[in-house]
């Protein structure tokens, strides 16, 4: 059995799609919560519906966590000694403590169709009333209901909520809240199929796996008095409770896809780090006291107070999650930052299955210098095409405008002069021969290296070329699935290209 003070918390996801970011925040909040407070973090999977629940998708969340760096003490792969932990395999229980309040008369049996149903809301929605229950099967006797279920009528099971009065509970986020009873109507607990309802099952499991804090989206507000209420009925403590508030776009629309990304495994496929995107989600409704943004997993369990949570609505800027990507892809070593970079790269064709240990070199060695300038992972084989992709026949218009001037045919003009005939070539000969040139020429600054860029990347702008150069001199010399053309190579194409 827990200790008298031990924090238990959990995370309790429907395998019916993908993990989207408001619910990674709230298996972060909680797993937080739980290891800043020496408590338990339990992974509970609700799979009762039936029709969209999906294996796939639970392997899919549990991959999804575990690629975050939330572990779980209890749950449905390690187990634990309040299991079952996926609600289809606790029906039995479910049914155990309907029948307890079946027996008490604080629930009861109702067989109104839904057409019946549908009727009764269109008859008080024109009379200007809640279109909550209207109590009509409330006093069908237990043995009468018995009788008709016999016969081959179907049930449901309700909970009986007394017609006045308020549900009143503190929220650690919201503060004070409160229901009246005349807006809540009797909940069905059991549905007609024999399956449980959402705010039935979840009072079952949370009570029973000793549940001392519920830390949940605020979508659910609007179960929680219902849920208080099955607390009361069945004689058990209420957790406490804490509401995070919604996830929005930056337009103040909840966020959907056509914000952009919203599913962890979509981050995780675009090359976020796992460290960064927690990181961030870490920081939508809840800021630390020390001003720091750029946190791993270790120091927000220091940091995090669930006191400092807001609740105002958290919404998601992308810009901020890429900057926190590129402080976290910075702290990364070299080699960790090419084994995340040659999926990437491997799909563009720009690296093979197989990789010889200069390869391996140059790759690491590009990947460090390339990865400053990205957001993600996803965009570093663009980045890479400045190395592998030279096509001088296809240059944009302000490459085209810088190598027109009179200028910069001088310029090339000399340059293609001195390198020809040249064998090798480095950078240490490129700083010697524009120290040639602008002696000779007069020509300086960006007149001078601007012509040469285009020259050796057929692009207007990219990497400084003493980065540049070394790379590609030292990659044509390896053997890619694309070739790398050496600067030498480039000249004489671009060349050819100022003859026409």
Known sequence: MKTE?????????????????????????????????????????????????REEYERNLIQDLRWLGLDWDEGPDVGGKFGPYRQSERLDLYHRYAAKLLEEGKAY?????????????????????????????????????????????????????????????????????????????????????????????????????????????????????????????????????????????????????????????????????????????????????????????????????????????????????????RQHIRLLPAEKKLELALPYLREAGLAGPELSPAQREWLEKAVTILVEGVDKFSELPQKFSLLFDFEPENLDQEARDIIQTDSARKVLGAFIQKTSGLKEFNYELFAALTGEIKKETGIKGKDLFHPLRVALTARASGLELDKFIPLVEAGAKLDFPQRIKSCLERIAEISSILRK
């Open 5 to 53: 003070n031990e924090i238990r918390v959990r995370f309790a996801p429907s395998p019916t799609g993908y993990i989207h970011v408001g619910n990674a925040r709230t298996a972060l909040f909680n797993w937080l919560f739980a290891r800043q407070k020496g408590g338990v973090f339990v992974l509970r999977v609700e799979d009762t519906d039936i029709e969209r629940s």
């Open 109 to 325: 049996y109702c067989f109104c169709t839904p057409e019946e149903l549908e009727s009764q809301r269109q008859a008080a929605l024109a009379e200007g009333r809640m279109p909550v229950y209207s109590g009509r099967c409330r006093n069908i006797s237990l043995d009468e209901a018995r009788r008709r279920l016999s016969a081959g009528e179907e049930g449901a099971i309700r909970l009986k909520v007394p017609e006045e009065g308020l549900i009143q509970f503190e929220d650690l986020v919201r503060g004070p809240v409160e229901f009246d009873l005349k807006l809540i109507g009797d909940p069905i607990i059991v549905r007609s199929n024999g399956m449980p309802a959402y705010n039935y099952a979840v009072v079952v499991d949370d009570a029973l796996m000793n549940i001392t804090h519920v830390i949940r989206g605020e979508d659910h507000v609007s179960n929680t008095p219902r849920q208080i209420l099955l607390y009361q009925a069945l004689g058990w403590k209420q957790p406490v409770f804490a509401h995070l508030s919604m996830v929005m776009g930056k337009d103040n629309t909840r966020l959907s896809k056509r914000h952009g990304a919203t599913s962890v495994d979509q981050f995780r496929r675009d090359g976020i780090l796992a460290e960064a995107l927690c990181n961030y989600l870490s920081f939508l409704g809840w800021s630390p006291p020390e001003g720091n943004e750029v946190l791993r997993l270790e120091e927000l369990v220091k940091l995090f107070d669930l006191s400092r949570v807001s609740r105002s609505a958290a919404i998601f800027d992308y810009e901020k999650l890429h900057w926190l990507n």
